[in-house]
C-alpha cells in the first residue's frame, strides 16, 4: 500500500519538520491511527509534493512529520479535460470522483438544455462546492499529487469557446442515426489538449451538437451499450489515458 496522502495548504523547504493539524491531522491521527515511522505524502494538490515520516502523533490531531524533499510533479500532456453536463442527485459527485481517480485534468461542469438539473444562486454554488470537495478527497484517496481543476459552471457559448481552442474536441453522443466515429480508433494529439464533452441523460440537443461541430468538436461514440451520463466521462478518459501512453 502507497503512503497516505494529506493536503497543505504549503509546503516548507525541506529538510523540515511539518506539523499537520486540523482536519487533515484529525483524519492522520484519528481515523488513519498514524504513528512514528510510518511515511506519509503532503501535497498542495497543485503538483508540490514531499515526502515525510511520522515523527509523533499528539492528542487527536497532531501530526508531526519529517520532510526529507519537495519535489514537483509537471503537468501531463496531453491535458485532458471532460465537460460534464450536470446529472441528477449526488450522480455528479461520482462522476467527478471516477474521473478524478482516472486520471482526468480538469472538470467543467455545463447547463445543457436538456439537463434536468439547473445550478441556481445559493443551490449552485453549493453543488459546485460538493463537486470540488469530491475531486480533492478523491485526489488524496487515488494518490494523486496534481488534483483536476473543477471549473464554474459553463453555458453551452463558454463550451464551444473551450472546444474551439483545443487541439482534439470530441461530443460523446450515443444516437446510432447520426453520424459519428469510434472514439477508439480516431487519431489522438501526443500533446496540447484534449477536451471530451459528455451529455445529459437526455442527450446533447441538435443545436449544440451544430454549435458544438461549428466549434471543431466532431461527434463519437464509445461502444454499443449506452453509458450513463455520469459514467461515459470516465470510460472515455480511460480509453484516452490508454490510447495517449498516459498509462503505459
Excluded at 459519428?180 to 477536451?195: F, H, K, R
Amino acid at each position: 500500500m502507497t503512503a497516505p496522502v494529506f493536503v497543505v495548504e504549503e509546503l516548507p523547504p525541506a529538510p523540515a519538520e511539518f506539523v499537520l493539524d486540523g482536519p487533515e491531522g484529525r483524519h492522520a491521527v484519528s481515523v488513519k491511527r498514524l504513528r512514528p515511522g510510518e511515511e506519509v505524502v503532503l501535497t498542495d494538490g497543485a503538483g508540490r509534493w514531499a515526502h515525510g515520516e511520522v515523527l509523533a502523533a499528539e492528542g487527536k490531531d497532531r501530526l508531526t512529520v519529517g520532510l526529507t524533499e519537495v519535489a514537483e510533479e509537471p503537468p501531463q500532456s496531453p491535458r485532458i479535460t471532460v465537460v460534464q453536463a450536470l446529472p441528477k442527485g449526488d450522480r455528479g459527485e461520482l462522476a467527478v470522483e471516477t474521473m478524478t481517480e482516472t486520471g482526468v485534468d480538469a472538470i467543467v461542469p455545463w447547463a445543457a438544455s436538456r439537463c434536468i438539473t439547473q445550478w441556481k444562486g445559493e443551490r449552485g454554488l453549493k453543488a459546485l462546492a460538493k463537486w470540488r470537495a469530491t475531486a480533492r478527497e478523491a485526489g488524496k484517496q487515488s494518490r494523486r499529487v496534481r488534483f483536476p481543476e473543477v471549473a464554474d459552471a459553463a453555458t453551452t457559448r463558454q463550451v464551444a469557446d473551450l472546444l474551439a481552442r483545443a487541439d482534439f474536441a470530441a461530443v460523446l453522443h450515443e444516437d446510432r442515426d447520426y453520424r459519428s466515429a469510434p472514439l477508439a480508433t480516431v487519431p489522438l494529439p501526443a500533446e496540447g489538449e484534449i477536451v471530451l464533452v459528455v451529455g445529459p441523460e437526455g442527450g446533447v440537443s441538435p443545436d449544440e451538437l451544430a454549435l458544438f461541430e461549428e466549434a471543431g468538436a466532431q461527434a463519437y461514440r464509445l461502444g454499443r451499450s449506452v453509458l450513463r451520463t455520469s459514467t461515459a466521462g470516465t470510460a472515455a478518459a480511460a480509453l484516452v489515458l490508454g490510447r495517449t501512453g498516459r498509462w503505459s
